[in-house]
Structure formats: structure tokens, C-alpha cells
């Protein structure tokens, strides 16, 4: 049987389709993108903007991987384009961007098809952008990895908890959360809203979908986070006014790692 691959969809607009040109920015934003330490976190939270915008908070957390040891990444985004109900697995072989082709876990996808809040449906994630937009940054900050991506419609915390937890895995498994925060905010707003969000975030505080787009499975991370006892560390804060917009309507951008066991501790 043919292998299925959903194909870019946002490719020339959130980020260069030219694999070059692709290539040298997410190679660029990675460079310059600060790292606080050097143990591999088992879970982020990174925006999902357009690169100009939000690549370079992006980068802050990309940057904090492991290469070498990461060799499964559970992708949960928020649906954008169309209502859904639970967490949708694609029903493909393949995601494909303009640098290459990332294989589904198929081992992963049928540990979490038995549970009822979990469906199979290509049609969400077709046009969906929260998702796409991290992979080439995946591609350039992993070597060899599977994906399970999962859209996010109306769940509870307490599902989404339990997908994750199905699938948790060790060290070679990450966790990554897209989410932007604020939306269309001026500037100081932005920046005072965000700055309480961060603070939740960290305090492993179920945030509001005024405070962040993908709060639905933001929350389940932070539900399963407090249950195993992790802490949060801040990676970069900061919003569309820093990057490559105005300040009258500005979108916030976070980058966050979250750590298993007691180092991390604040």
C-alpha cells in the first residue's frame, strides 16, 4: 500500500518554502537562541506564529534539545480551522515539509485509539498551522524522530492528561505544546497580561484560552505535570512588538520547559 503524507499547507506564508532559505532561518534563530542549561527537558511549550514573529522565541526552546536523545516527539496543538471534539490523530503515514519527511508512530497512535476521547480524521489537520510549524524546527534541532501529532478540540484537562500519560515514555520521548499567548493586545497590556500567564504557567496553574489559544492542551500537560511532581523554567517572553510588528496589537509568544524530579526545583 502507497504511503499517505499530509503535505504542507502553510509553507510560503508562516515560514520560507524554499528548503534553503528555510533551512538558513531556522538554522539562524538556532544559533542565537539562548540556552539556560544542559539537561534535556521532558517537556515544551513554544508558539506557533509565523517565523518572523514568533521564530525566535521558538528557537529559545529548540535549542534546549538533546539531539541525539530524543527519538519520539508527542505534538498536541490547538484547532484553528475547523470545531473538533477530543484529540485527533491523522489517519496518514507521513508529514512532509519543505525539508523532508517525518514518519508517524503508528506504535503510539494504536496505544491511544482505544481511548474515547481519542478519533482518527485527516480533515483537521490538513490546514492545521499549530502543528506544522514546528517541524522544521524539529528537523533541525533532532536527528532521527518519530511524530504523533494530535490536534486539540474540546477535552478536558484530565483527558488530555491521560493521552499523555499513556504515551509518556522516558527520555526519549518529548512532550511539545503549541500554543501562542494574548492575542491583539497593545503593547504594556500585552506584556502585564502575558507576565501573569508565565506565572501560572510555571506554578502549574490551568491558564484561560484568553491567556493562550492552545490553553486545552497546555492545561493537560500542566494537570499531568503537577500530578508527577515536575517543575516549569521560563525560557523567553515576549510578543509580536519585539519581533516584527506594531505595538498596538501585539500577540504574545512563550517559550517553556518543563523537567521531571526534584533538580529543577525552584
Known amino acids: 500500500m502507497p504511503q499517505r503524507t499530509r503535505t504542507p499547507a ?16 531556522v538554522d539562524g534563530m538556532l544559533s542565537t537562541a539562548r540556552t539556560g542549561h544542559t539537561d534535556n ?5 513554544v508558539p506557533h506564529a509565523g517565523y518572523i514573529y514568533s521564530g525566535p ?19 498536541l496543538g490547538p484547532a484553528h480551522r475547523m470545531p473538533v471534539q477530543g484529540l485527533v490523530l491523522p489517519e496518514t503515514d507521513n508529514f512532509s515539509t519543505p ?29 492545521e498551522h499549530s502543528l506544522e510549524v514546528q517541524l522544521p524546527f524539529l528537523q533541525r534541532s533532532l536527528d532521527t524522530f518519530t511524530l504523533l501529532p494530535l490536534v486539540v478540540g474540546d477535552a478536558s484537562s484530565k483527558a488530555v492528561a491521560e493521552v499523555l500519560d499513556t504515551i509518556w515514555g522516558e527520555e526519549e520521548t518529548l512532550v511539545l505544546i503549541s500554543s501562542d499567548l494574548s492575542h491583539y493586545h497593545p503593547y504594556s497590556e500585552a506584556q502585564r497580561i502575558d507576565a501573569l500567564t508565565a506565572d501560572a504557567i510555571l506554578h502549574l496553574i490551568p491558564v484561560h484560552h484568553q ?19 515536575m517543575r516549569g523554567m521560563q525560557l523567553d517572553l515576549r510578543n509580536s512588538g519585539d519581533t516584527a510588528g506594531d505595538r ?19
Not at 502553510?10 to 532561518?25: K, N
Not at 527537558?41 to 511549550?45: E, I, N, S, T, Y
Not at 493562550?212 to 500542566?222: D, E, F, I, R, V
Open 57 to 75: 522565541t521558538a528557537a529559545v526552546a529548540y535549542a534546549q534539545l538533546d539531539r541525539k536523545r530524543v527519538r519520539r516527539v508527542v505534538l
Open 99 to 127: 525539508l523532508g519527511s517525518i514518519p508517524l508512530d503508528k506504535e503510539a497512535m494504536h496505544a491511544i485509539e482505544h481511548l474515547p476521547q481519542v478519533s482518527f480524521n485527516d480533515t483537521p489537520h490538513q490546514t
Open 10 to 25: 502553510v509553507a510560503g506564508m508562516f515560514y520560507p518554502a524554499d528548503p534553503a532559505a528555510l533551512t538558513s532561518m
Open 211 to 229: 491567556q493562550a489559544c492552545g490553553a486545552t492542551p497546555l492545561n493537560g500537560l500542566l494537570h499531568l505535570a503537577a500530578h508527577k511532581g
Open 41 to 45: 527537558p521532558k517537556a515544551l511549550a
Open 248 to 266: 498596538d496589537r501585539v500577540v504574545g509568544y512563550g517559550a517553556f520547559a518543563f523537567y521531571e524530579g526534584e533538580r529543577h526545583a525552584a
